[in-house]
């Protein structure tokens, strides 16, 4: 079990008897005292903490998370939980081992300062605090494009700080202060290594198979109510990040509208830009993990191929589809 309060201080007989619960994250078995990280819980009340049973990230998954075009090759320091106005004062031996791995790799791979709210409202983003102050072996480090007065916004995320041309052999010293009343962050050093599109691919939702794919689809045309009058569905082929017909579709696997697609590789590039897994339709915050390739229509798409100008097709109750071409216009 891991304690963002804990790690630091000796246990501490006021978290005695805290109520745990697992990470959600993929593969992640963490169990941790969650009030401990969300201050609107209540340690030892199982209601308070059933609201966020299914939303709660440990720190290790939120650091993997929040930046999945890169992986971690080692961990040199972290988590390490810093106040507001109480600097924060370190030293890390950097091996040639770490420094030969990060010119071998010639630019795939960066040294990583990381650094998360402990109470965030996003829980898989980084994010630096306000008054942020980093000096890394005398260099100070600007780690954030705004104003440092002016908060990350709900949309907005922050970016790892890239210590390769800073770090030296030995010890390296870290500095990090900040004025930010009432919050607590979580630094991270760590060796990553950046990946290849196909690489972060592999960290999608696997595809549910075209029968899978082919009951959810009358699953949504249906609807839940079973009395109402079953009708066709109209869904569109068109991507909004694009402006144009999907290539390749997909959609995030806990956003479940009939029209919550997307061209799988204009996500990913937007996510590598702006580090948000964001749904375009609903603008719900989701995760690589939930990106998922939609079945049902790439086999549409796949039929389609000879008919480019077809941006839009008509399902029935029965999971059938047609095409409905630009001509026919509304009936
Ligand atoms: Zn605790
Ligand atoms: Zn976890």
């Not at 890169?70 to 924060?88: A, Y």
Request: charged fraction near 30%; proline fraction near 6%; hydrophobic fraction near 35%.
């Amino acid at each position: 079990m891991q304690d963002p309060n804990g790690s630091l201080t000796p246990p501490d007989p006021r978290f005695a008897g805290h109520l745990t619960e697992t990470c959600t994250g993929p593969d992640c078995f963490v169990r941790q005292h969650m009030a401990c990280v969300r201050k609107d819980l209540d340690p030892f009340n199982l209601g308070s903490l059933a609201k966020v049973k299914g939303k709660l990230y440990c720190e290790s998954c939120r650091t993997k998370w929040s930046n999945p075009f890169f992986e971690k090759v080692k961990d040199i320091m972290g988590p390490i939980v810093v106040e507001s106005k109480q600097p924060l004062a370190v030293s890390r031996i950097i091996t040639r081992d770490h420094l030969s791995y990060i010119r071998k790799m010639d630019g795939q791979a960066q040294l990583q300062l990381i650094c998360l709210q402990l109470d965030d409202a996003v829980l898989l983003r980084q994010h630096w605090p306000l008054e942020v102050s980093l000096v890394v072996n005398d260099h100070a480090v600007r780690v954030i494009g705004r104003q440092s007065k002016i908060a990350l916004g709900i949309n907005q995320r922050d970016e790892a700080a890239n210590l390769n041309h800073i770090a030296r052999l030995g010890s390296n010293t870290i500095r990090f202060s900040f004025d930010d009343p009432g919050r607590k962050y979580i630094l991270f050093l760590q060796l990553m290594r950046k990946l290849t599109v196909e690489e972060v691919k592999k960290k999608m939702n696997p595809p549910l198979s075209l029968v899978e794919a082919e009951i959810r689809m009358k699953r949504l045309v249906m609807g839940d109510d079973e009395d109402l009058v079953t009708e066709r569905s109209r869904i569109s082929l068109k991507c909004p990040l694009l402006g144009s017909r999907m290539r390749r579709a997909a959609r995030f696997a806990d956003s479940d509208g009939i029209d919550n697609v997307f061209d799988l590789e204009a996500i990913l590039d937007s996510a590598q830009r702006t580090r948000r897994w964001i749904c375009p339709h609903s603008l719900r915050s989701s995760a690589l993990f939930h990106l998922q390739e939609d079945a049902y229509l790439n086999r549409v798409l796949d039929c389609l191929k000879d008919s480019p100008d077809v941006v839009e097709i008509e399902v029935d109750p029965e999971a059938r589809w047609r095409p409905i071409y630009p001509s026919s216009g509304e009936e």
